[in-house]
T-cell receptor, first 114, second 111 residues
């Protein structure tokens, strides 16, 4: 079964540093997403991406965040100048269409900011 | 934006009993309602979903019911087993087709 792959599985970074979280969506999927889950809390939408541009972003996704699809396979989330409160599990997801069809989550990257 | 409420926040049942988790929402435009199971430290896994043109869907021990008029949908697990213990999230798609998740229910199945 096709999978969404995320690397690294765990990232520890110093406060103020930049991090890049990487995702390889399922190959025939066209819509890509990042979600965040603070420990013990619900999964929160960050951003959706389609046709090489951001479709929608939440209020969490401020200027500190950016996404990029640098080549045909990778989809990255960059967090500039990390803060302690950025510590969370970050999930990438992809879907064939933007309507919940074949919506698949990656295994997540646990980001710890110290 | 869309708000999803989920109850109860924690639920303990004896093995073999049934468990029911209910979610309510506010945006009548939502038309896709998945349920996810999340084990500790792992990704949310889709266990069942329902679309707005269907009132009930069943897959073995798991069923979901949807009442669009009342804007609520529920997850039903019958004959619970210890491996059903996890956090369950309801979700729906907002007008932008992005997922909005409920706050989760921690289900504990006691042997």
């Amino acid at each position: 079964e096709p999978e969404v792959t995320q690397t690294p599985s765990h990232q520890v970074t110093q406060m103020g540093q930049e991090v890049i979280l990487r995702c390889v969506p399922i190959s025939n999927h066209l819509y890509f997403y990042w979600y965040r889950q603070i420990l013990g809390q619900k999964v929160e939408f960050l951003v959706s991406f389609y046709n090489n541009e951001i479709s929608e972003k939440s209020e969490i996704f401020d200027d500190q965040f950016s996404v990029e699809r640098p080549d045909g396979s990778n989809f990255t989330l960059k967090i500039r100048s990390t803060k302690l409160e950025d510590s969370a599990m970050y999930f990438c997801a992809s879907s064939e269409a933007g309507r919940g069809n074949g919506y698949t989550f990656g295994s997540g990257t646990r980001l710890t900011v110290v | 934006g869309e708000n999803v409420e989920q109850h109860p926040s924690t639920l303990s049942v004896q093995e073999g009993d049934s468990a029911v988790i209910k979610c309510t929402y506010s945006d009548s435009a939502s038309n896709y309602f998945p349920w996810y199971k999340q084990e500790l430290g792992k990704r949310p896994q889709l266990i069942i979903d329902i679309r707005s043109n269907v009132g009930e869907k069943k897959d073995q021990r798991i069923a979901v019911t949807l009442n669009k008029t009342a804007k609520h949908f529920s997850l039903h697990i019958t004959e619970t087993q210890p491996e059903d213990s996890a956090v369950y999230f309801c979700a729906l798609t907002d007008p932008g087709q992005n997922f909005v998740f409920g706050p989760g229910t921690r289900l504990s199945v006691l042997p």
